[in-house]
């Protein structure tokens, strides 16, 4: 049995959510976010409070129990809040803009680098290098600041790349001429 699992989330007043199955809907003021979990979970909703239990003892379902729960108040938190990740472009003519549906990147390449934004996803570009990728679901809000930040990781030598605001880049030592 989880210990996690075995917390109840509270469900704010702006928030509803739709259990069909073992397929959550979550409703909110910033979005929608929809997820599917395994069947070996139950979720239930009593007044205000939602509770997830396994229905069985497997070994599988023990772990879907408390999984489940941390996914499900995580997407309660995505629609009342929303989640934020910053990145820095670091390098010169190195740059960022929006166009549109896309975002633009200059990381120092002989072509400019055009991204589409996915739908449920809100990027703002300040100054050129400071990206903002806000949403309401975490993990694609991870997987937009991931995909972008791929593009040119940050190298070790120069400092150069798009990392995430507060990421430490360990540098290394350039050749010495002997």
């Known amino acids: 049995m989880s210990r996690i699992g075995k917390q109840p989330i509270q469900i704010p007043d702006k928030v509803k959510i ?4 073992a397929n959550v809907l979550v409703e909110g003021p910033k979005g929608k976010v929809h997820k ?44 009342t ?10 390098g010169v003519g190195f740059k960022a803009n929006l166009k549109g549906k896309q975002l633009d990147l200059a990381l120092g390449f002989s072509h400019p680098i055009a991204m589409d934004i996915p739908e449920g996803i809100k990027i703002t570009v300040t100054d ?21 930040r791929s593009y040119y990781p940050p190298e070790p030598y120069k ?20």
Not at 43 to 58: P, Q, W
Not at 128 to 148: N, Y
Not at 163 to 173: A, L, M, N, S, Y
Request: a positive charge; proline letters at 1%; hydrophobic letters at 40%.
């Open 36 to 79: 599917n979990f395994a069947p070996v979970v139950k979720v239930e909703i009593s007044g205000r409070t939602l509770t997830v239990s396994a229905l069985d003892d497997s070994r599988f379902a023990n772990a879907m129990h408390g999984t489940a729960r941390s996914i499900i108040a995580g997407m309660v938190k995505g629609v």
């Open 81 to 90: 809040a929303g989640y934020i990740k910053e990145l820095e472009i670091q």
């Open 128 to 148: 050129g290098t400071r990206l903002k990728v806000e949403g309401c679901d975490k993990q694609l809000v991870g997987a937009v600041t991931a995909e972008i």
């Open 159 to 178: 400092g150069k790349g798009v990392r995430i605001v507060g990421e430490r880049v360990r540098r290394k030592e350039g050749k010495t001429v002997a």
């Open 18 to 21: 739709d259990i069909k199955d």
